[in-house]
């Protein structure tokens, strides 16, 4: 079995309703490093909504990988922030195919920056399995959709950052029919 791990690929791949703290628009600041820095974030926060909304980033196409795709898995790190008695933000992972955004199960993040993940062992779009079936892969748009709570002076947001994807597979088979040359003298 092999991994291959994707990160968001550009600025212009964003699709958000929700408004980002520092932007105003959905934002992909930082999302794609490959290492944690807790000082990059992409933010959804309280002063812009209240209730589930979504950010999502396209990913690169693979490029040489072959074979049958086991899982697809959506990580990232997450971090929850209140201001009073409000503990209420949180978040689930998000992934579109076709039309449709398909989310994973409520994720109640901590106080401190935790790594969480979607595993997908099968397209949520149909139940089946992923298969060879790369174009699913070339056409990845996922992230996040972030809970934001705000009642009076209390208030509670979620901090994510750092998105990537993991797509397991097994590896195509490699040509070993070829016949071995022999010389003869």
């Known amino acids: 079995m092999s991994v291959l791990i994707l990160r968001p690929s550009s600025d212009s791949d964003i699709q958000a309703n929700y ?11 930082n999302v794609d490093e ?11 926060d309280y002063a812009y ?10 990913y690169p196409n693979h490029t040489i ?6 899982k697809i898995t959506l990580k990232g790190y997450y971090k929850r922030v209140d201001y009073g008695a409000n503990t209420g933000g949180r978040c689930k992972f ?12 409520v994720i109640d993040p901590t106080s401190s920056t935790t790594l969480q993940s979607w595993e997908m062992s099968v397209n949520p779009a149909n139940d089946e ?38 797509v397991d597979y097994t590896e195509g088979a490699t040509n070993n029919n070829a016949w071995p040359m022999f010389f003869m003298k």
């Open 34 to 44: 490959v290492t944690k820095n807790e000082a990059d974030y992409n933010l959804g």
């Open 94 to 105: 998000a992934i579109k195919i076709g039309a449709t955004i398909y989310y994973g199960s």
């Open 129 to 166: 399995a992923w298969g060879s079936n790369w174009d699913v892969i070339d056409d990845l748009i996922a992230g996040d959709s972030l809970y934001g709570y705000s009642s009076g002076l209390d208030s509670s947001y979620v901090k994510s950052f750092q998105h990537w994807a993991e």
């Open 19 to 29: 408004l980002n703290q520092s932007g105003g628009a959905g934002s992909y600041v």
């Open 49 to 58: 909504f209240t209730g589930y909304s979504y950010g999502l980033f396209g």
């Open 65 to 70: 990988e072959s074979g049958t795709i086991n």
